[in-house]
């Protein structure tokens, strides 16, 4: 597995490099679902990510992330579990070619899998299933929220040069039930999801260190995604955007120039070295929306030698301040990229740069 992780880093380092990117008359191209839920296999790199906040019947709470990647043929997949009680977190990955009965990801539909992890859509449900030695998590999502586009038309641009977007495409709110069990116990869950897809070129500008991606769910139904790409100086860059979903009503994009983040905290990692901010406030004027976002629990960092080959920090984390001047609450999940080195060129999905 070393050395397929080797492999990888190769063929990242190429899509970054080399590959050529889709025609730019497809940037404009008019999104249709459920078919674009599906692969696209003319982009050189791919990936459908759900995070989610779980409970079981004594309201213990947890955290998990599910990624699925296409890089060109190569198909690569990360799944994290995060229990808040306890304050352990544990990760898997895989590793493959694109082979049928092996990983696969279908076109006209979401039908994403590697081995025996896979995401797939029932009508309008989703069933999600993943085994590791850890414990197996099994989910069915209902949306609760029809799909967003992000950015322009669904366009997330990354930086200046002609190569340098992805498609980007949300679904921030489902409901989600289902269990998690291991050798110990087994747990009945429900609780709530957010689903990214996103696909394109591949490219970030060289000058770009990584990213800070925010996906919030507050308890008065609205959602919010925000992402600060950093430069080599640690400022946000003029393509750090995000996009406001209220409970009822359109959604709405936002300007980097409305938000204020600030970080009031910091994580040294004790296997990595990186130190990463682990508290923030964040503030939206327009919105009116003033908030705090900090981690259930400190460590949740992925070093992933098997697959990606990157180093980052991805996990659940409580929210509360206010909206509109009146109290709210809620839960997020946040991305932290390029703090332990700046990895391979590439988009890629939040945890493959």
């Given at each position: 597995?070393?050395?397929?992780?080797?492999?990888v880093?190769?063929?990242?380092?190429v899509?970054?490099?080399a590959?050529t990117p889709?025609?730019?008359?497809?940037?404009?191209d008019t999104l249709?679902?459920?078919?674009?839920h599906?692969?696209?296999p003319?982009?050189?790199?791919?990936?459908?990510?759900?995070?989610?906040?779980?409970q079981d019947?004594a309201r213990?709470e947890y955290?998990?992330?599910v990624?699925?990647?296409?890089?060109?043929?190569i198909?690569?997949?990360?799944f994290?579990?995060?229990?808040?009680?306890?304050?352990?977190?544990e990760y898997a990955?895989?590793?493959h070619?694109?082979?049928?009965g092996?990983?696969?990801?279908?076109?006209d539909r979401?039908?994403?899998?590697?081995?025996?992890?896979s995401?797939?859509?029932s009508?309008?449900?989703?069933?999600?299933?993943?085994?590791?030695?850890?414990?197996?998590l099994e989910l069915?999502?209902a949306?609760?929220?029809?799909?967003v586009?992000?950015?322009s038309?669904?366009?997330?641009r990354?930086?200046a040069?002609?190569d340098e977007?992805?498609?980007?495409?949300?679904?921030?709110?489902?409901?989600a039930?289902g269990s998690?069990?291991?050798e110990a116990?087994?747990?009945?869950?429900s609780?709530?999801?957010?689903?990214?897809?996103?696909?394109?070129?591949?490219?970030l500008?060289?000058?770009?260190?990584?990213w800070?991606?925010?996906?919030l769910?507050?308890?008065d139904?609205?959602d919010?995604?925000?992402?600060?790409?950093?430069?080599?100086?640690?400022?946000?860059t003029p393509?750090s955007?995000g996009?406001?979903s209220?409970?009822?009503?359109a959604?709405?994009?936002?300007s980097?120039s409305?938000?204020?983040?600030?970080?009031?905290a910091?994580?040294?990692s004790?296997?990595?070295?990186?130190?990463?901010p682990s508290?923030?406030?964040i503030?939206?004027r327009?919105l009116?929306l003033?908030?705090?976002?900090?981690?259930q629990?400190?460590?949740q960092?992925l070093?992933?030698?098997?697959?990606?080959g990157?180093?980052?920090w991805?996990g659940?984390?409580r929210v509360?301040?206010t909206r509109?001047?009146?109290?709210v609450?809620?839960?997020?999940?946040t991305?932290?990229?390029?703090y332990?080195?700046r990895?391979?060129?590439?988009?890629?999905?939040?945890g493959?740069?």
């Open positions: 597995m070393r050395r397929q992780g080797r492999i880093m190769l063929a990242l380092g899509v970054g490099a590959l889709a025609p730019a008359t497809n940037v404009v249709s679902f459920p078919r674009d599906g692969s696209h003319d982009a050189a790199v791919e990936w459908w990510y759900y995070t989610g906040h779980l019947g213990n955290g998990f992330q990624t699925f990647f296409r890089i060109r043929d198909h690569l997949a990360h994290a579990w995060s229990d808040v009680r306890r304050q352990t977190f990955e895989k590793t070619l694109g082979l049928p092996i990983a696969s990801a279908a076109q979401l039908d994403v899998s590697n081995e025996d992890w995401v797939v859509a009508g309008e449900r989703v069933r999600l299933h993943v085994r590791a030695r850890f414990g197996e069915e999502l949306a609760v929220k029809a799909p586009l992000n950015g038309h669904g366009i997330s990354k930086g040069g002609p977007y992805s498609h980007y495409v949300s679904i921030p709110r489902w409901t039930s998690f069990h291991s116990r087994r747990l009945t869950l609780g709530a999801a957010w689903f990214d897809h996103e696909w394109g070129p591949g490219v500008p060289k000058e770009a260190r990584g800070d991606w925010f996906g769910q507050l308890d139904g609205s919010l995604m925000l992402y600060r790409m950093r430069g080599e100086d640690g400022r946000a393509f955007a996009t406001f209220p409970g009822q009503g959604p709405s994009a936002i980097w409305d938000v204020a983040l600030t970080e009031t910091q994580w040294r004790p296997r990595s070295g990186a130190r990463y508290k923030w406030k503030q939206v327009s009116d003033d908030l705090e976002i900090e981690p629990l400190p460590d960092e070093i992933t030698e098997e697959s990606t990157v180093i980052y991805e659940t984390c509360r301040g509109n001047g009146r109290a609450t809620g839960r997020a999940y991305e932290l990229t390029g332990a080195r990895d391979v060129p590439g988009f890629g999905p939040p493959t740069n």
